[in-house]
């Protein structure tokens, strides 16, 4: 394969596997080509190579802004947008880690907390509260590890991985 041909190939790779990071599968292949050049495209550009509409195309990259997955990059002597894709794949994890927490993770624990406080008299309405309150504290405790992760320099965390723990 040709470098275009695995360019392509990324690209449809990674917009295969975009739901299971929480994004649609043309968010997913805009990021992959915005990460697979090195030169900064246009709405229109982005349109052309993936053969998508222009509502789809900046709905999409609205989002990834939003995410921080890619960023405006001005061209001097043109008005046009231009975008770039964040390059180091460790942001790129802590940015979507960070942003599943936020939309994902973090609502389900404030209602699961809200189901939790009813009054639990039988040993089934016991059980079951258990069970709302012990996800509640998994849930918060994953959370917590991923606020830490998130927080942590590349190199030290791959440091403190390699030690052991």
Request: no cysteine; proline share 2%; net charge neutral.
């Amino acid at each position: 394969m040709n470098y275009k041909e695995t360019q392509n190939e990324f690209v449809q790779l990674w917009g295969r596997f975009g739901s299971n990071w929480g994004i649609n599968k043309a968010m997913a292949q805009i990021h992959a080509l915005l990460l697979s050049v090195e030169n900064p495209l246009t709405t229109d550009e982005i349109m052309q190579q993936l053969e998508i509409s222009r509502s789809n195309a900046n709905l999409n990259i609205r989002a990834l802004l939003d995410w921080g997955l890619i960023y405006k990059k001005h061209v001097p002597g043109d008005r046009k947008e231009y975008f770039v894709g964040e390059k180091d794949m460790w942001d790129v994890a802590i940015k979507i880690m960070s942003e599943r927490r936020r939309r994902e993770v973090e609502p389900i624990v404030k209602e699961l907390k809200q189901l939790s406080d009813f009054e639990a008299n039988t040993f089934e309405e016991k059980n079951f509260k258990k069970l709302l309150n012990d996800t509640i504290d998994l849930s918060e405790k994953l959370t917590g590890v991923g606020k830490m992760v998130e927080k942590a320099d590349k190199f030290s965390f791959f440091k403190w991985i390699v030690k052991g723990f």
